[in-house]
């Protein structure tokens, strides 16, 4: 797959193709962020963590299978509208 700008990946991918949670998400998407990176796909489970960052657009997604399908022609994965508000 060639994909035509930079895109982060975070999370642990596990034998069975599932991706699973990861510690230290809203780290990566600062540097992430910083670096001029524009969209990113996390685990779902991080999605409330990854709400916290303004200016990045979040995909999460359960399997390498559903990042592979977004990236190529299959169905995409709609970007979290969820934002975390009183903090």
């Given at each position: 797959i060639t994909l035509n700008k930079p895109v982060?990946?975070?999370?642990?991918l596990s034998?069975?193709?599932k991706i699973k949670n990861?510690?230290?998400v809203i780290n990566y998407l600062l540097a992430a962020k910083s670096g001029l990176i524009k969209d990113a796909f996390i685990p779902k489970g991080n999605c409330y963590?990854?709400?916290l960052i303004d200016g990045?657009?979040?995909?999460?997604?359960?399997?390498?299978d559903e990042v592979v399908r977004h990236l190529t022609m299959g169905?995409?994965?709609q970007k979290t509208s969820y934002r975390a508000t009183n903090l």
């Open positions: 982060l990946f975070i999370g642990e034998l069975s193709g990861v510690k230290g963590e990854a709400s990045i657009n979040i995909y999460p997604a359960d399997s390498l169905p995409k994965i």
